[in-house]
């Protein structure tokens, strides 16, 4: 099984600052990575998929990097709506999600 | 707008069964792949299992394989998950999501749209 390691496990940050959230497989997922977001009650909502492709809908302040096994999702200047949880997840070798990144208010 | 609306959730005793449902709006239904994921309370996020636009292929995670299995009927827009003999290590939020895919195949198709989960929980 292919595990990911996300990192911060909480990040404390203002509106208007830049985020930067991690994740680190455990073995080459080549691009098969996505980043999904969920705030509490809601259901996981698709940000990101294949490292860098920004899913519908999506505002352009969220980007996606990395391949093999170091990824990246930055939100380039947070809004008061994106606080919430941050999943990546890998479709290389079935399906495996990080354990999440949450993105609070500081 | 693609919807995915989960149904079936409940309290179950240890060993009994369940069966969970998920009907799908906005989109073509048997044009997509479909799986169910579930999340443990306060923990992350785990594949459950995933069936093709025919139901000619299906996959199980390890932990479920024998107890549970998937099925849809494309006539009537719905997904579902038969479970039995449900253990404590069962209870969670299962999601319904649809694959970017018409078939679950050696890589797996992109998860994007979820519905809002149905929670199971088990205890005597």
């Known amino acids: 099984e292919i595990v990911l390691t996300q990192s911060p496990a909480t990040l404390s940050l203002s509106p208007g600052e830049r985020a930067t959230l991690s994740c680190r497989a455990s073995?080459?997922?080549?691009?098969?990575l996505a980043w999904l977001q969920q705030k509490t009650g809601q259901a996981p909502r698709l940000l990101i998929y294949d490292a860098s492709n920004r899913a519908t809908g999506i505002p352009a302040r969220f980007s996606g990097s990395g391949s093999g096994t170091d990824f990246t999702l930055t939100i380039s200047s947070l809004e008061p709506e994106d606080f919430a949880v941050y999943f990546c997840?890998?479709?290389?070798?079935?399906?495996?999600f990080g354990q999440g990144t949450k993105l609070e208010l500081k | 707008e693609v919807q995915l609306v989960e149904s079936g959730g409940g309290l179950v005793q240890p060993g009994r069964s369940l069966r969970l449902s998920c009907t799908a709006s906005g989109f073509t239904f048997d044009d997509y792949a479909m799986h169910w994921v579930r999340q443990a309370p306060g923990k992350g996020l785990e594949w459950v299992s995933g069936i093709s636009w025919n139901s000619g292929s299906i996959r199980y995670a390890d932990s479920v394989k024998g107890r549970f299995t998937i099925s849809r009927d494309n006539a009537k827009n719905s997904l579902y998950l038969q479970m039995n003999s449900l253990r404590a290590e069962d209870m969670a939020l299962y999601y319904c999501?649809?694959?970017?895919?018409?078939?679950?195949?050696?890589?797996?198709?992109?998860?994007?749209?979820w519905g809002q989960g149905t929670l199971v929980t088990v205890s005597s």
């Open positions: 997840q890998q479709r290389y070798n079935s399906y495996t």
């Open positions: 999501a649809k694959d970017s895919n018409l078939v679950v195949g050696t890589v797996p198709g992109v998860l994007d749209h």
């Open positions: 073995q080459s997922v080549g691009s098969y």
